[in-house]
């Protein structure tokens, strides 16, 4: 069964304190993964598609990386306005481009002044 | 660019009546979309997929006569929540594909908070 899992399910972080986000997938065979930042009563914000294990994008402070198994959102220096939940999510490679792509439960980051 | 918009952004009805929520990709073409359902605290909930000019496809449990989902335009997809009670008062957000930027990519509408009085 395809399945997405973030960890951790909350984390709070002091301002300039860098850290880690995973996102863990079992999929037969990938298409695309996925990265989004929601902020509370929106809805989820682009940030990044990786297609193959080895990719990395970056974008200010953040950058996505993929492996076979998983992803890791890296957040460098973080500001307060960083807070938010971070969404990943899946496209396995049986799905065409247009079809759905399966969540996993968030990460809720908090940053501290 | 890959603006998607959704109106209204909240609405307040009661119980018996319909409610319809626009989406409309504003800078692309989407042949497909999506509307998802978001409950507080919770990840994103797929309700259907809608592709321009056919039937939406609805997600297991998910009452295709009671949330009617139409994609008539390349840049619009309606849900309509018919006789709306309280248990569907919830966030509904919809998403647009484009092909030609990023396959697979879902860009979000920024969400329509519905409560049902």
């Known amino acids: 069964e395809d399945q997405v899992t973030q960890s951790p399910e909350a984390l709070r972080l002091q301002e300039g304190e860098s850290s880690s986000l995973n996102c863990s997938y079992t999929?037969?065979?990938?298409?695309?993964l996925f990265w989004y930042r929601q902020d509370p009563g929106k809805g989820p914000e682009f940030l990044f598609t990786?297609?193959?294990a080895g990719e990395e994008k970056e974008k200010e402070r953040l950058k996505a990386t993929l492996t076979k198994k998983e992803s890791f959102l890296h957040i460098t220096a973080p500001k307060p306005e960083d807070s938010a939940t971070y969404l990943c999510?899946?496209?396995?490679?049986?799905?065409?481009?247009?079809?759905?792509?399966?969540f996993g439960s968030g990460t809720r980051l908090s940053i501290r002044p | 660019g890959a603006v998607v918009s959704q109106h209204p952004s909240w609405v307040i009805c009661k119980s018996g009546t319909s409610v319809k929520i626009e989406c409309r990709s504003l800078?692309?073409?989407?042949?497909?979309m999506f509307w998802y359902r978001q409950f507080p605290k919770q990840s994103l909930m797929l309700m259907a997929t809608?592709?321009?000019?056919?039937?939406?496809?609805?997600e297991q449990g998910v009452e295709k006569d009671k949330f009617l989902i139409n994609h008539a335009s390349l840049t619009l997809s309606t849900l309509t929540v018919t006789s709306a009670h309280p248990e569907d008062s919830s966030f509904y957000i919809c998403?647009?594909?484009?092909?030609?930027?990023?396959?697979?990519?879902?860009?979000f509408g920024p969400g329509t908070r519905l409560l049902v009085l």
């Open positions: 999510a899946v496209q396995p490679y049986l799905y065409s481009s247009a079809s759905k792509i399966i």
């Open positions: 809608s592709n321009e000019g056919s039937k939406a496809t609805y």
């Open positions: 999929v037969s065979g990938l298409r695309g």
């Open positions: 800078d692309f073409q989407a042949t497909t």
């Open positions: 998403s647009a594909s484009d092909p030609g930027r990023s396959p697979g990519t879902q860009y």
């Open positions: 990786l297609y193959s």
